[in-house]
C-alpha cells in the first residue's frame, strides 16, 4: 500500500520560484495549498482537483488550519468519476464530524447512482434505489413506500409517466414514500419533493444528436438530488413529515413510443398536445406534482435537469430557481448562500404561462415563438399542475448536476450540487 500525500494549508504566498501566484507548492514532506485569494474554499478545491489530476489517489489533510468547510471543499476538488479517491483528515468535533460524514454520504450516493450506465438504473431500480437508500438513514419505523408501476400507473390516473415510458422495454415506476418521523399517522405534510427520474433520454422521436445524448444517463439527476436532500436533512434531525415522489421512466423509440400530435390527458383533466418528445421531463413532473398537491403540503419543491436554456442561462456551476413566492424563493436564495452552492433566479410570471398554445388541447408541451424563454416556459407548464402554483411551490431546474468534462473545480460527471441548499430549507 503506498503511503498518502500529505497536504497542508497555508495563509503565506508560495515561494517565488513556484511564481507568485501560485496556489500549491511542495516541500519533501507535503503539498502545500497558499489561500491567497479571498475565496478561499473555490480555491481549496481547485488545489485538490489539480492534485488529483496530476494522478494522487491518496492523501491526508494536515494541521490546525484544516476545517469543516475547507475539508469538505478539498474533497469536492479531488473527488473523480472513478471512485478512486481517498482523503483522510485530522480530527474535528462531533458535530463537525457528523455533518463532514453527512455530506460525504449523501453527494457520493447521488454521483454514483446519476454516474451509473442507464443499463444498471432503469425506471424500476431508480424508485427502488432512492426508497432503500432513505430507510438506510431513516430512524426504524418512520419510512414507508409504494412503488407504482406499468399499467398500475394508468389506473391511478398517472398519464404522463406512462406516456412518456411507454416506448421503452422497461417498466416506468412513480416512488411515493413518506418519511413520517412524528409517530402520528394523520400528521400534516410540511413539504413534497419531485423528481424527475428519466433514466435516459434519447429524445424520442424529436431524436437528439449523439453529443447531446452521450450525458443522457443523467437526466434522472433530479430523482437524484431531491433523494439525497431528504436523507441529508434526516440526518440533520428532521423532525417534519416530508413526502418523496419520485417521477421514473426511459424516453426510448419504438412504435409505441409518444409521437408528436399525440395528447395526453392528465388527472386534473389538463390535456396536452405533444409539439416535442424530448420536452419529457415537464410530463412526468406534472403527474408528481399533482400527487404533491393532493397531500396538501406547506412546501413543494420540484427537482429537474429539464431545459437546455436554463444552461444557457447559468452555466454549469449553479442551478436554476423558478418560483412565484417571493419570500421561498428569498429563503431558498438564503439556503444555496449559506451553503455555499450555486443557485440563481430566472423569471417567472403569469405571462409565461400564456405561452403555451396548443389547437387541439389545453396546452402545448413547449413554447412557441422565436424566442421562447425555455426554462421560464418549462415552469409555467408545470404551474397548472400544483393547485396553489402562487404560493409554497419552487422549481429548480438543476444545470450544475452533471458535467461532461472536467473543469478546474470538478471532475467529469454528477456534482452532488444542491444537496445542501435542499437539506438546509427542510431543516431551517
Known sequence: ?????????????????????????????????HCIESDVYSLIQRAARKLNSQGLTAVELEGVDWDLESIWSFIQGFRDSKNSDDVSWTALSENDEKELNARILTTNWTRQII???????????????AAEFIKSVA????????????????TQGWTGIYAVGRGSERTSAMLQLDYNPTGDENAPVFACLVGKGITFDSGGYSIKPSAGMASMKADMGGSAL????????????????????????????????????????????KTVEILNTDAEGRLV??????????????????????????????????????????????????AAQEENEGLWRLPLMEFHRAMLPSNFADLANIGSGPYSPGASTAAGFLSYFVEDYQKGWIHMDCSATYRTAPSDKWAAGATGVGVRTLANILTK
Open 1 to 33: 500500500m503506498s503511503q498518502k500525500m500529505t497536504v497542508q494549508l497555508s495563509s503565506t504566498a508560495a515561494p517565488a520560484h513556484w511564481g507568485d501566484k501560485a496556489i500549491l507548492s511542495f516541500t519533501s514532506e507535503a503539498a502545500v495549498i
Open 115 to 129: 454516474n451509473k450506465t442507464a443499463e444498471e438504473v432503469a425506471p424500476r431500480q431508480l424508485a427502488t434505489m
Open 139 to 154: 430512524p426504524e419505523g418512520t419510512v414507508t413506500t409504494k412503488i407504482v408501476k406499468d399499467k398500475d400507473l394508468l
Open 226 to 269: 431531491v433523494t439525497a436532500g431528504l436523507a441529508m436533512s434526516i440526518l440533520r434531525g428532521l423532525d417534519k413529515r416530508v413526502k418523496l415522489i419520485l417521477c421514473c421512466a426511459e424516453n426510448m423509440i419504438s412504435g409505441r413510443a409518444l409521437k408528436l400530435g399525440d395528447i395526453i390527458t392528465y388527472k386534473n383533466g
Open 285 to 334: 413532473l406534472a403527474d408528481g406534482l399533482q400527487f404533491a398537491s393532493e397531500q396538501k403540503p406547506e412546501l413543494i419543491i420540484d427537482c429537474a435537469t429539464l431545459t437546455g436554456a436554463a444552461k444557457m442561462a447559468v452555466g454549469n456551476d449553479f442551478h436554476s430557481l423558478l418560483s412565484f413566492d417571493e419570500a421561498l424563493s428569498q429563503k431558498a436564495l438564503n
